[in-house]
């Protein structure tokens, strides 16, 4: 079977390599035979970050090729599509574009919000249900969390699977030790320069922790950020050293607002901290409630208090984060690792590609 997968970066944005690019091998061993073609490349999506924004004349290029890919679709039996293959187009030319061969959208983001929500009310009025056409023609909609597949049910999709946001146990194996004696105890974030604004949420609480607790915040692939009062130590992002980063560490935070947006984000900075046997501490926002099972793997936190209280139990009490970091390794084992996934993963792109 040949699969077509327009995700929207290549291997340095996240969303594409987790949840497109790392199956990869796992769906060749399966028989499907997939062609990657990103919408923004690595050399487009690092000039994003370093300048704030897209150039024009880049983006003029991604979409033509884009639609020049679109045209070869009669090749081959399914494409899967990470979140839209054209943004910001009429939901009617995608449409257009991807007649006469099933299709398959994957979500790990509520995008859908950038439409309905924009704050023009233009964008509003005229792409506000776009997400919700692409759905109702899809052949199947794959959502990273049950807020996602309920917005898929609601817009008319015909099938709708949840496959949550997961890691390779190869990659990632669990802290083995604790932090040696008169260490300065880590707290870990890790995340992007366009997500690293949610550590604002923990200021108050972390300078109040600093002054009982010798401990420093580790902040992974995020860029600066205003602590005052608060060791921090910024550590670039690379796939070759982000679980040694993390491995490091002794606790993992997920700080979030309580949105629509965030409400579906799909966890995956607990995950990454689980794999690694880390406590979590998250705010209690979205699928942050399903993965933390309070007082099992980690915490969940909402106010500033909060934050104080669960932080200062996991910095005071090594015996109790090595517990909650053995059971959260052990439940991304059961739930959340490509070793369990892909093999569904493969079997739903099958089906769809088959007739559904």
């Known amino acids: 079977m040949k699969v077509l997968l327009l995700s929207r970066y290549g291997h340095l944005g996240?969303?594409?390599?987790?949840?497109?690019?790392?199956?990869?091998?796992?769906?060749?061993q399966a028989g499907l035979e997939c062609t990657v073609a990103p919408l923004v490349d690595d050399v487009q999506l690092q000039a994003r970050y370093q300048k704030n924004g897209y150039q024009l004349f880049g983006l003029?290029?991604?979409?033509?090729?884009?639609?020049?890919?679109?045209?070869?679709?009669?090749?081959?039996?399914?494409?899967?599509?990470?979140?839209?293959?054209?943004?910001?187009l009429p939901a009617w030319v995608e449409r257009f574009l991807l007649r006469g061969v099933p299709y398959v959208l994957d979500y790990d983001d509520a995008i859908f919000h950038n439409y309905d929500q924009h704050s023009s009310a233009w964008a509003r009025r005229f792409l506000g249900?776009?997400?919700?056409?692409?759905?109702?023609?899809?052949?199947l909609v794959v959502a990273g969390n049950a807020y996602l597949a309920q917005r898929a049910r609601?817009?008319?999709?015909?099938?709708?699977?949840?496959?949550?946001?997961?890691?390779?146990?190869d990659r990632y194996a669990a802290k083995l030790a604790l932090a040696p004696a008169g260490e300065p105890l880590r707290i870990v974030w890790i995340g992007s320069p366009s997500t690293v604004r949610y550590l604002a949420l923990l200021r108050e609480p972390l300078a109040a922790l600093s002054q009982r607790f010798a401990l420093k915040l580790r902040v992974i692939g995020g860029g600066a950020m205003?602590?005052?009062?608060?060791?921090?130590?910024?550590?670039?992002?690379?796939?070759?050293?982000?679980?040694?980063?993390?491995?490091?560490?002794?606790?993992?935070?997920?700080?979030l607002l309580d949105s629509p947006w965030e409400r579906g984000k799909c966890g995956y900075k607990l995950i990454q901290y689980m794999a690694c046997g880390l406590p979590v501490v998250a705010s209690p926002v979205g699928v942050n409630g399903e993965i933390v099972r309070v007082g099992e793997n980690g915490f969940l936190?909402?106010?500033?208090?909060?934050?104080?209280?669960?932080?200062?139990?996991?910095?005071?009490?090594?015996?109790?984060?090595?517990?909650?970091?053995?059971?959260?390794?052990?439940?991304?084992?059961?739930?959340?690792?490509?070793?369990q996934v892909a093999p569904r993963l493969a079997a739903l792109l099958r089906t769809a590609g088959e007739g559904g």
Not at 65 to 79: A, F, G, K
Not at 162 to 168: A, G, N
Request: glycine content about 4%; aromatic content about 10%.
């Open 60 to 88: 003029v290029q991604s979409y033509w090729r884009r639609v020049r890919t679109l045209m070869q679709r009669r090749s081959y039996d399914v494409v899967w599509i990470e979140k839209e293959a054209l943004p910001w």
């Open 154 to 169: 609601d817009a008319g999709a015909a099938w709708v699977e949840i496959v949550p946001t997961v890691i390779d146990l």
């Open 226 to 255: 205003d602590l005052p009062g608060v060791d921090v130590e910024f550590v670039q992002w690379t796939e070759a050293t982000e679980v040694a980063s993390i491995q490091a560490c002794d606790i993992g935070v997920m700080p």
């Open 129 to 139: 249900r776009r997400i919700d056409r692409l759905m109702a023609g899809a052949r």
């Open 14 to 28: 996240a969303s594409s390599r987790m949840r497109f690019l790392q199956f990869l091998p796992w769906l060749e």
């Open 301 to 339: 936190a909402d106010t500033a208090s909060e934050w104080v209280d669960t932080l200062s139990r996991l910095l005071s009490d090594a015996t109790l984060r090595q517990q909650m970091g053995k059971a959260g390794r052990k439940r991304v084992e059961a739930e959340y690792c490509i070793q």
